[in-house]
């Protein structure tokens, strides 16, 4: 296997952009929860504390201005400041790491896949409703195991993302929210409805397990492909990694436990349906995949207990890459 550990430079520039990364999101979440605006407005010769709803200006009244709803508005105005400001100095940290994270040559995503992260993350639509399944997975991968994963190709020209909601919530933000909220131009491909493309023909799939098709509303798009496969990557641990983007900024990566995510792959190298030029990508991102694990994952046990949770679909996949597995140093 072509497996090179990161140095100790490029492990401390990860734990940093970490930490850059949830300081920021936690500024911006929270200056996010906040009412979009306030302000006195006088009507009729008597002032009234409005809060302002959106962007576009909507408002509704909070009643006319008495010595509490003024202190009201003052406390609103100075915490506002004060975290604009905070945000400001998170951002400037989060840049710096995420500028040294490049120079380093990390594993990057691509920048539409890190923007549509960003905002699925802000509005807490990330690993509650929704995790990343396709090739990028792999990036996340590349940090858990500490070193490039170099036999695991991860470049690509769309993104996958499974649903994973339980329930439909009414109040939940939704998919559809996310993907506007990162770019206004995404727009349902009318021949594939699980599939969203932008200005730049940047695609971005949909799918789900059967289980989980209930999780999204009725009125939320693009709906999903439900597949039988996808429950497999419902088990064992998620990863959970923040990574570099390449329009110069980071983003969380949630996706599945990757001893699933890498049998999944070699089951889908040898499924009928599948397009044949992709065959030869998923058997080698699930043997490598599989090796990174049992060489570098000791926290993801490969042993009996792991191979009896198996269906029987995957045990021979497990079964042939372990009769040839490497030998741990």
């Known amino acids: 296997m072509n497996f090179q550990p990161f140095s100790d430079e490029q492990a401390r520039v990860i734990i940093n952009l970490d930490q850059a990364y949830q300081t920021w999101m936690e500024a911006l979440r929270t200056l996010n929860d906040m009412p979009y605006n306030m302000r006195i407005k006088e009507v009729s010769g008597r002032e009234y504390l409005y809060e302002v709803t959106d962007r576009r200006g909507n408002m509704k009244s909070r009643g006319p201005v008495d010595p509490q709803r003024r202190a009201e508005f003052d406390q609103y105005k100075a915490e506002k400041a004060e975290l604009k400001n905070r945000l400001a100095l998170a951002k400037d940290t989060l840049k710096e790491q995420a500028s040294l994270y490049r120079a380093l040559r990390m594993p990057m995503l691509p920048a539409e896949a890190g923007k549509i992260l960003r905002e699925a993350d802000r509005l807490r639509f990330l690993s509650d409703q929704a995790m990343v399944v396709g090739t990028n997975a792999l990036i996340a991968y590349a940090l858990e195991a500490n070193g490039f994963i170099r036999d695991a190709p991860d470049a690509t020209l769309d993104f996958d993302m499974a649903l994973t909601g339980m329930d439909a919530d009414e109040d939940r933000p939704t998919l559809w929210k996310v993907l506007k909220e990162a770019d206004m131009t995404y727009t349902v491909n009318t021949e594939r409805p699980f599939q969203a493309r932008n200005a730049k023909a940047y695609e971005v799939e949909i799918l789900s397990a059967p289980s989980r098709v209930g ?51 070699l089951w889908m190298a040898e499924k009928p349906e599948r397009n044949p030029q992709k065959k030869p990508k998923d058997r080698r991102q699930g043997i490598a995949l599989l090796d990174a694990v049992w060489l570098t994952m000791r926290h993801y046990p490969m042993g009996d207990a792991f191979y009896e949770e ?16 490497p030998q741990r140093g």
């Open 215 to 265: 999780g999204q509303i009725a009125q939320d798009r693009p709906r999903p492909i439900p597949l039988p496969e996808q429950e497999w990557l419902l088990n064992g641990r998620r990863v959970d990694r923040v990574v570099g983007v390449r329009d110069g900024e980071a983003a969380r990566l949630v996706v599945p436990d990757p001893r699933w995510f890498a049998l999944q792959k």
């Open 310 to 325: 198996l269906p029987h679909e995957l045990k021979p996949h497990f079964e042939r890459w372990d009769a040839q597995k």
